[in-house]
């Protein structure tokens, strides 16, 4: 198969037979209870340099509070994967906790655009879909997948894709690499202690994500029984030995909502979005929801307040296929 | 530009809707004309019906996934574009150039020193190669309409030259359709794939429109007459989609 054209663009390549090993010797067989608070769940598994991915989105039912205990523990040097994000990436490279982005969507505000014009954060062009189909490919455990997207463009060549004659037809065909992230994080509706996990309503790839990572934390608003995960099994997302931390992050998603428990906080998003091209006002409000409290538990009590907290639930009226 | 592109959504086509004006665009044209018209999501909604007021912001969430027929996920949705089953994409983009190529990535000369940044394809690409057709919203300035965009994020008809999508192995039969902006409507000639003047807004001059651009579309003999937002459609644009006038005027950028 020749290779027609080959981006140029960083990543890097998982040896599949190494990936198996590990997914043999680390990921645990037997249910034991993962229940960890946040802070342990970063400080365990995420670790200076790691590449980081997430599901599903800024807005609705994204690990928001992992993203700040991440920031709140200062990591440095990560790798992130933006296949959905507005927020995520933008408030990691504003706390200067990124070397490089893999860009399906870079982010929202023009901070984030900035740290890219100077150099400081390198990125790798891909697209919302390609990124997924990366992270399907690292869940299969194969070494790329073929699209038809990328094809004839400059996000191609400053990507890591390679385009072929597909074998078969003959025609031009894009391959996508792998990827296997060293840590997906995933907000879910529910799980059990051992991290049997339950996603309602649309998402980006909670499955292929957890499928993907080499270690997966998995926040939660409510955790349930096995019972109850045994009575619907069609329910479920995420089988248990796929995670490897279970976080209990009741309104984890905030200022996202989590779709039928609450609604995402506009207010936020607006003060969010003001400080998004200020540095000085972004150091402000990473100060006030990250740094100056330190767990979400605080952001919630001294950050967002009960009030509020019971406003944003009320606000969540539609709740058909959300339980 | 909310009315002219939801216009453009016919009734019964399975259509994909990108972020922010186009979402607008959609639940307009289901109330109107297109009550049949599928919705799709690039994060795994299927044929949602929207509810109304619409919050800014939303995409994900419950009101916008409203009484939707299916939740899948993104590789799902963009095979289902892939595999052929897409009539219309809707688009927003930073630059575009005379054959449809577009940019919402960077400007400047030397990619590795953008002059600006922005947020890159999202899904763009996909859904300017795998849907059968595509229709691009863009604000008329001359800085965006430009003979060569700076950067290619998503295809258009490439250099113009015959098959050049098909030479490079995408999908057969596609490409953008249609170009929105606040005064005008363009589409794409055959066989020369450039962009063409269609129609211009009432009370909008055909040299004012070409004044805001760097290149020369080409101008047939008959340039439509764009109708101004009629009655109706400002009823439940002001009524039911945003009464609180928070996003109308607001969300149309880049």
């Not at chain 1, 769940?41 to 995420?46: N, Q």
């Not at chain 1, 919630?300 to 907290?309: C, E, I, M, S």
């Not at chain 2, 651009?213 to 047939?220: I, Q």
């Amino acid at each position: 198969m020749d290779v027609l054209q080959a981006g140029i663009g960083e990543f890097t390549v998982e040896d599949p037979d190494e990936l198996r090993a590990f997914m043999r010797t680390e990921k645990r067989r037997e249910m034991v209870d993962k229940v960890v608070p946040e802070a342990e769940a970063v400080r365990r598994y995420v670790k200076d340099g790691d590449y980081v991915s997430f599901d599903f989105s800024s807005f609705t039912r994204g690990p928001a509070s992992l993203v700040r205990e991440i920031i709140r523990q200062r990591r440095q040097n990560l790798w992130f994967a933006a296949k959905f994000t507005l927020m995520e990436s933008t408030l990691l490279a504003a706390a200067g906790c990124l070397q490089g982005i893999d860009v399906g969507f870079l982010g929202l505000g023009s901070l984030i655009g900035k740290a890219v014009e100077d150099g400081r954060i390198k990125v790798t062009e891909w697209t919302n879909g390609t990124l997924t189909l990366r992270h399907l490919a690292g869940a299969m455990g194969v070494p790329f997948l073929p699209s038809r997207s990328l094809l004839a463009t400059d996000t191609l060549t400053y990507s890591g894709a390679k385009v072929v004659q597909d074998p078969f037809t003959g025609k031009p065909i894009a391959l996508v690499p792998a990827v296997n992230p060293d840590v997906g994080l995933v907000h879910v509706h529910q799980c059990d202690v051992y991290g049997n996990a339950r996603c309602f309503g649309p998402g980006v790839s909670p499955l292929e994500t957890a499928m993907a990572s080499k270690r997966t934390i998995i926040s939660t608003e409510e955790i349930i029984t096995t019972d109850d995960i045994r009575k619907e099994p069609s329910k479920t997302t995420i089988p248990y030995y796929l995670v490897d931390a279970v976080v209990y992050a009741p309104f984890g998603c905030l200022p996202g909502g989590a779709q039928g428990v609450y609604e995402m906080d506009t207010e936020h998003f607006l003060e969010y979005m003001a400080a998004s091209g200020d540095e000085q006002k972004m150091g402000a409000y990473l100060d006030k929801y990250i740094y100056s409290v330190s767990s979400h538990e605080e952001f919630l009590d001294k950050r967002v307040g009960v009030t509020r907290l019971m406003d944003l639930k009320r606000q969540a009226t539609i709740k058909e296929g959300y339980h | 530009m909310i009315c002219q592109c939801a216009r453009l959504m016919e009734d019964g086509k399975i259509v994909f809707i990108g972020y922010g004006m186009p979402q607008i665009a959609a639940i307009l044209a289901q109330r109107l004309h297109a009550p049949r018209m599928i919705q799709l999501y690039e994060f795994g909604a299927v044929g949602p019906l929207p509810e109304t007021p619409f919050v800014r912001f939303t995409m994900g969430g419950p009101r916008n996934c409203y009484k939707s027929l299916a939740w899948t996920n993104m590789n799902t949705i963009f095979a289902q574009a892939q595999l052929g089953m897409v009539d219309l994409g809707v688009l927003g983009a930073t630059q575009i150039d005379q054959f449809g190529n577009i940019n919402s990535t960077m400007l400047g000369a030397d990619y590795t020193r953008p002059v600006k940044r922005f947020p890159g394809s999202g899904g763009a690409n996909e859904v300017l190669t795998q849907c059968w057709r595509t229709v691009i919203v863009i604000m008329h300035e001359r800085r965006r309409f430009v003979k060569r965009v700076d950067f290619v994020t998503s295809p258009g008809y490439l250099d113009g030259t015959p098959e050049a999508r098909e030479k490079a192995g995408l999908p057969r039969g596609t490409g953008p359709w249609r170009v929105v902006t606040s005064k005008a409507l363009y589409g794409f000639d055959e066989p020369s794939k450039r962009m063409s003047l269609l129609g211009v807004l009432r009370g909008v001059s055909k040299a004012e429109v070409l004044k805001e651009m760097e290149f020369e579309p080409l101008v047939g003999e008959k340039v439509e007459e764009l109708e101004p937002p009629t009655s109706g459609e400002l009823r439940v644009l002001r009524n039911e989609i945003d009464p609180t006038r928070a996003i109308i005027g607001k969300t149309v950028r880049s």
